[in-house]
């Protein structure tokens, strides 16, 4: 069974930084891995994504602020925001798609704020 558990939340002034892990129980080596958030009121978002070759991908709200890398070894993916705004505030979750089944984490919360 795959399981999908992320780390690193809290509350962060704007301009700060935090880096979420997501721990994956099973190889991320072959699969491309997601992060998404959601807002109070909104749906869920894509925020960032990096494929089977190691590329990233952004959405233009995080670009220039947000990195995704991942460990491989580790089986674990990374998403450093820096530069933080209140906007970013939200559930962050990680996700892999693998035989046809999509995988979420339970999320970890956000909060920028002064």
């Known amino acids: 069974q795959v399981q999908l558990v992320e780390s690193g939340g809290g509350l962060v002034q704007p301009g700060g930084s935090l880096r979420l892990s997501c721990a994956a129980s099973?190889?991320?080596?072959?699969?491309?891995m997601r992060w998404y958030r959601q807002a109070p009121g909104k749906q869920r978002e894509l925020v960032a994504a990096?494929?089977?070759?190691?590329?990233?991908v952004y959405a233009d709200s995080v670009k220039g602020r947000f990195t995704i890398s991942r460990d491989i070894a580790k089986n674990t993916v990374y998403l450093h925001m820096d530069n933080m705004k209140a906007e970013d505030t939200a559930v962050y979750f990680c996700?892999?798609?693998?035989?046809?089944?999509?995988?979420w984490g339970q999320g970890t919360q956000v909060t920028v704020s002064s």
């Open positions: 990096i494929t089977t070759g190691g590329e990233p």
């Open positions: 996700q892999k798609r693998m035989s046809m089944t999509t995988y």
């Open positions: 099973t190889t991320i080596r072959s699969v491309i």
